[in-house]
Each structure stands twice: as structure tokens, then as C-alpha cells.
């Protein structure tokens, strides 16, 4: 199963850095983090590009948060999406778990 991480962000150069740690800090990585600039006025794609998290930065005009969403799950290849805001934080085991039930519940739908 792969798992990606989708991070839409809009001006958010104060929180993505410790947003991103927090996907960097998981047990079991996604496998594919992206982070959806949505036009941001700010150092945003700045701060995704280098963070030494492996991942896809998407840029976009401003268009909200439902296409920045939609833009990010498209540019990936995961069979399970995580979606993180950009001043959220995850918790280090939060992949790992789900990530299990879904393999050993495979009726489960999140």
C-alpha cells in the first residue's frame, strides 16, 4: 500500500517547516509527500523546497483550499491519502497505525 501525504499551503512560511518536520518525524514514512502551493505571496515554496523531507512541490495560482486538495491527490500515485494542513502537526506514529489497519482491515474506508 502507498500512502501519500498531501499538504496544501497558502502563505504558510510561519508553520510549514514544523508541519513538515512532523511528516519527516514518522515511524513509517509516507511514500510520497506533496505540497500544493496555492499561490502563496510568501517564502512558502521557499520553505518546501529546502526542507530535507523528500518531496513534490506543486505550484498553483490561488484557487482554496478544495482545488489545492484535488491538485495535490492528482499529482500523486498513493493508494491511501493523508492530508495534513499546513499548520497542523502529526503525531510520530499516526502513518504507522493507520497505515495497519488498513492492510489488516482492508473493508475499512477512512
Known sequence: MKVQ???PAWNAADTLAETLDSIAAQTVLPDEVIVVD????DATAEIATS??????LVRTENHGLPS???TGI??????AIAILD????WMPEKTALQK???LEQPEVDI
Open 86 to 89: 499546513a499548520d497542523d502537526l
Open 5 to 7: 501525504a498531501v499538504v
Open 38 to 41: 496555492d499561490g502563496s505571496t
Open 100 to 102: 495497519q489497519v488498513l
Open 74 to 79: 492528482a499529482a500523486g500515485e498513493g493508494d
Open 68 to 70: 489545492a486538495l484535488n
Open 51 to 56: 526542507h530535507p523531507l523528500d518531496l513534490k
